[in-house]
Every structure is written in C-alpha cells, then in structure tokens.
C-alpha cells in the first residue's frame, strides 16, 4: 500500500529540481530554529561559574572544538545521514519510528510492552522539551536588552512574557501566513550569525585550529572533572537535533540535508568561531559574546532578530507539539481530543486547543520561576539528552530486525552514536537537583497519562467483550426474524468488531427494533501516516441487511466518519445522512479493585474517559443523527 504524496515530498525523490531551493527555504524556517538559535547561549553556559572555566586560549579552542565535533557526529552524522533513513512512510518523529519499530518488531510480549515503553516516554520528553524551549530561547533573546543598557533589565521577563503569549493566542488561527515569512527570516538570521562571526574570526584566525580534535582531548586532559561536567552544556549547541528528524515528514530528506549543510551548518560553525575569536581577545565578553559581537549601532537590530528567530524556534516545537499530540490520539495514548485545522490545503497545519493553553501556562511558570535563560539552561539539557538516547535504541532495534544489520554494525553505531550520548546525558544528569527535574516530572507525567490511557482502553474493551453477545448468535436470531425491522439505516460503532455493540443491544432491549439496514463500524488507527481513500474502507456483508464495516486512519488523519461512509459506494452502499442515526455508546465508568490496574489508575482512566471529546465531535458526526445508550462498566 502506498500514501498519497504530500504536498511537500517526504521520501529522497524530488519530481523537479527547481522545487529543492522553495522547500529548503521552507524547511529553515521551521526545522532549524531550535538550533539555529543556540548560539545565543550555548558558548556562554560552557563558561558559566558555576564551573569555574577561565575562558584561557586552550579552553576556549576546546569547547570550541567540542561543539564542532558535536555538530557533526551528532547532527550531521547520525540525525541528518543516519536516523532519516528510518522514515515511515515519509514520517518521522519518535512515535513515527515506535510505530515502525514494533511493526516489525518480533520479540516477547514484554519485550515488546519495553520497547513501547521506552518510545512513549520519549514523547512525553518531547513535551518536556516543548515547554522549556519557547522559554530559554525567547528570554535569551531578549536579554540582548541588558547588552544595550542595564536600565532595561527589570523588563526583560514582562517583554519575554508579552512575547509568548501573544505567540500562543494567534495559535487558533493558523500558522499559514505567518509561516510564509519564517523563511526569509530564518535566512537572515543564519547570514547575520555567519557575517557577525566571520568578521569576528578574521581577527583571530588561530581559532581555526578547534576543528583539530586534539584540541578536544587537551581539554579534558588539563580540566578532567570540570571538563566533564561543561559537556552538559556544550549538548546546548545541539538541541533541536531530533526537529530535522520529526519534521521530515513536512519537507523531505532532500531538501532538510540540502538545507544544513549548504547553509545552516556553515552559518552557526562560523558564529561560534566567531564567539571564540571574541574571546581570546577579549575573555571579559563572556558576559554575552554573541551580542558582544555586534557593532554598538547594530545592537538593537540583531535583538530584533533574535527575538523573532527564538519566535520561530518556539513556533517549531509549538506545532510539533500539536502533531505529537494528535499522533498520541490515533495511535491509541492519548483520549479523544479537539484537533482543528487551520488550513484548507495543508494536513499538517492543526490547531490543539488543550495541548496550547497546557504549554502557555507551562511556559509562564517556567519563566517566572527562573527569570534568566542562565538559570533555565540549568534544567534544559536533560530531556532532550534522553529523548536522542531513546532514538538512537529505536533505530539500532530497527536497525537489526527491519535492516538486517549484524551485531558489528550495531556495535560501530553505538560506539559512534550512543558512548558520546551517554555522556552527555552524565553530564546533564547532574543538572537535576537544578531544575532538570522539571522536564522529568513533565515527561513522567505524560508517560503515566499515555500508558494508564492505552492501558485502561485494553481493559475497558476486555470488560465489555466479557459482557458481549457472540456475533454469530445475533445473526442467528436475525435470521430468526422475530425482531420488527423498522425503516431506516442504524450505524452501530463499536470497537469489539467480534461481539455485538452494547448500544445495539440496548435499543433492541428498550425499543424492540431493529432498523432495516444494518451497520456495524469500527475505527481503526493504523502504525503508517496515512491512507488512500482506496485503503480507507473495507466492507462484510453479513447476511439480513447488515453489514461489517471497517473504516482505517493513519496516524497523522484526523477521522471523518461521513466521508468514509460515502466511499462505501463501491461497495454498493449509499448512505443519506438524513436517513442514518448512528448509536453510540456512553460508558460510565466505575473503579473496582478487581483485577486490573491499580485503583488508582483505574480512576485516573475513569477521569479522562469522561473528559473526552465527544465522539460526534471527533469523529465529525452531525449532531442531529445521534442517539446515545448509556450503560454503566465496573473496571
């Protein structure tokens, strides 16, 4: 089976050349802005005192040396080159690559339920990440203020605040028009950082020398322990790695590597050589060296424009937090949510009202707490460290089972990839105690929501197959006749295509009808993307005008019920919406401490059962054809 091709190509085929330059430029505006900001801050923070570095002539072509080679075994080596080709469908993205992993995946069932685990506490890192960023990367920006002139420290958090929200609340309407200007900004900003740094490198050329390895060595050599601890912050300059990864799905492989190496990796080396050469003239710039490299007349608008570069960066994650959602709903971790789009052409431009206003208050919190983006960069670091960890598993699992790689090459990569992951995660791991246990606790709590929802939906449905009348005896007594057939079409949805539907069951008990047609449907979410509306529908007669209806989704689809209906034409089927009911059933749900999931997430499941979107709602069913049976479901 293969999806429909999306507006923007997401495999390494592009039907024409002229089209890889517009969607590049695209692309930079969307997946590089967590990155492309980091210079902002990440030199800084490897000088910050709490780790007591000098910024000595060796010390600083270290870490220079360090973020470079970061960039490129990290970024370059394993996201840009290795971890795209684990694409599915064109998608990318840690839920993305947990549904192609344990599609393939061929293990014990709790080996399994630990290889699910370990991508659904990825996502809930992502969130974690999804918070802490707008945050650090808007107030970094907007400290460029106190470069200027000190007087405007006090209203560095009220503008980074005014900022946020502002961003927040044009959410509802789309990012369509805003994004056509993401781009040329975004190019703006990467020739800025390229030219401020390069006339800062022509002054002090030896910094040159960081790209020698060596230099990386010498540092940890002279610093040891110290030296160890500043990988935590070097990580910084690689932040945001894993958007080139979850954005694939909007620009392709082609135009995201074409993007980064002919421009955006240039652009940012030559800002932190930049940064470098400052400071070996100059070891009192490290107050701020990025804005200390801009001429005193320039100042402002370089504040500007990091302003709205970190803007863009938080759109970025913003969205991609709107679409790890939605993916979370389809595939079965997340309850039934509202889910809008915003644009008529574009599948990927939606609108998440609770994950929104979750992230704003979220955001808030996190700057009032913390007031400067020193003090954030204390808890950044760590869930983006496991999160890459997490993905780097998942590929090398996929890596064995789909790719048939041998144990030789799973051990280059992980002596390639995952040794200098672990010590960045050591290094950060020690940020906890100072606010690094904030992301964590976000993480954990999304981790907890995601499982006790996939969990109780397997029991909710255990409960009621328990409960079920064998299809087969319904057909029976269908055949018997001895139940009056009323006019009309009756839609049943049902997710036990094995048993008979509650609802059913209940109308037929208090209304003693049947209706003449008979439809029994049930929704499934697929692990790929999409589906071709080919694929969508699968139609069973069952005999006695009735009939076994499956409607598919990918996990990137939002589910419209009437339209699937409407492919049932092949098959014969009309449906005239004015003439279908559609019977649902409303569970109320009971904690009982039978066996089962903890009391405890038995109420916490109960919770989010009840606070669900409707399923009119999210399935985009007319509200005038729906009766709703109620019955009550001990867990």
Avoid at 152 to 161: C, G, K, M, N, Q
Avoid at 372 to 400: E, F, P, Q
Wanted: glycine share 8%.
């Amino acid at each position: 089976m293969n999806a429909p091709a999306d507006p923007l190509p997401a495999d390494d085929s592009v039907p024409h050349d002229s089209r890889l330059l517009p969607i590049a430029l695209a692309a930079l505006g969307v997946v590089f802005g967590d990155i492309g900001t980091s210079p902002l801050y990440a030199m800084r923070e490897c000088f910050g005192s709490h780790y007591g570095l000098a910024p000595t002539h060796d010390n600083v072509l270290g870490i220079l040396s360090l973020i470079f080679w970061a960039l490129i075994v990290v970024i370059s080596v394993k996201y840009v080159t290795f971890v795209m080709r684990a694409d599915n469908r064109g998608e990318g993205g840690i839920l993305a690559l947990l549904a192609l992993a344990t599609h393939h995946f061929k293990g014990s069932a709790q080996q399994r339920a630990w290889l699910v685990g370990l991508g659904i506490f990825g996502a809930g890192l992502f969130y974690g990440d999804g918070v802490i960023t707008p945050a650090i990367s808007v107030l970094s920006a907007v400290e460029g203020l106190h470069i200027a002139t000190p007087l405007l420290d006090r209203y560095v958090v009220p503008i980074t605040l005014i900022i946020l929200v502002g961003l927040f609340l044009i959410q509802a309407r789309g990012t369509a028009r805003v994004g056509a200007y993401f781009g040329p900004v975004m190019v703006l900003w990467f020739l800025t950082v390229a030219l401020l740094g390069l006339a800062s490198m022509v002054q002090a050329p030896e910094v040159l020398s960081a790209f020698n390895p060596g230099y990386a060595l010498t540092f940890f050599t002279i610093n040891r322990w110290t030296g160890f601890l500043v990988m935590g912050s070097v990580f910084l300059a690689v932040t945001g790695g894993e958007a080139l990864y979850a954005d694939m799905g909007h620009f392709g492989k082609r135009p995201i590597r074409l993007a980064w190496f002919s421009f955006v990796l240039p652009a940012i080396v030559l800002n932190y050589l930049g940064q470098g050469a400052l400071l070996l003239r100059d070891p009192t710039a490290i107050s701020h060296p990025f804005y200390l490299l801009a001429p005193s007349w320039l100042l402002y608008p370089v504040v500007i424009l990091a302003t709205l570069a970190t803007v863009i960066a938080s759109q970025a994650v913003i969205s991609g937090v709107f679409s790890v959602t939605r993916q979370a709903v389809q595939l079965g971790y997340c309850p039934r949510i509202a889910i809008r789009h915003t644009s008529d052409q574009a599948i990927g431009q939606i609108y998440v009202p609770a994950a929104n206003w979750a992230l704003l208050i979220a955001v808030i919190v996190l700057v009032l707490g913390f007031h400067t983006s020193s003090n954030l960069a204390a808890a950044y670091g760590i869930a983006v460290t496991i999160a890459m960890v997490i993905d780097t598993l998942l590929v090398l699992t996929l890596a064995r089972i789909a790719w048939g790689w041998s144990w030789l090459r799973i051990g280059l990569a992980v002596a390639a990839f995952l040794m200098l992951e672990m010590a960045f995660l050591s290094a950060n791991a020690l940020k906890i105690p100072h606010g690094g246990w904030i992301t964590l606790l976000i993480a954990g709590a999304i981790f907890t929501l995601m499982i006790t929802w996939k969990d109780g939906r397997k029991l909710l449905n255990q409960r009621l197959q328990e409960n079920a009348m064998p299809l087969d005896l319904f057909l029976q007594s269908l055949n018997a006749g001895s139940t009056l057939r009323v006019p009309g079409t009756a839609v049943f949805l049902t997710s036990t295509p094995d048993g008979v539907p509650n609802a059913l069951l209940h109308n037929m008990k208090h209304n003693k009808v049947i209706h003449e047609r008979l439809m029994l449907l049930t929704v499934k979410s697929e692990e790929i993307p999409r589906l071709t509306d080919e694929e969508r529908v699968s139609v069973h007669p069952l005999g006695n005008n009735a009939w076994r209806i499956v409607v598919r989704y990918g996990f990137t689809e939002n589910p419209d019920l009437p339209h699937a209906l409407a492919l049932c034409e092949r098959y014969g089927l009309h449906f005239e919406m004015m003439d279908t009911t559609f019977f649902l059933g409303r569970a109320t749900l009971i904690p009982t401490k039978r066996a089962g999931m903890a009391l405890w997430r038995e109420k916490l499941f109960a919770s989010l059962f009840r606070n669900a979107t409707r399923p009119m709602d999210f399935f985009r069913i007319p509200y005038g054809r729906v009766v709703e049976m109620g019955t009550q479901v001990e867990l």
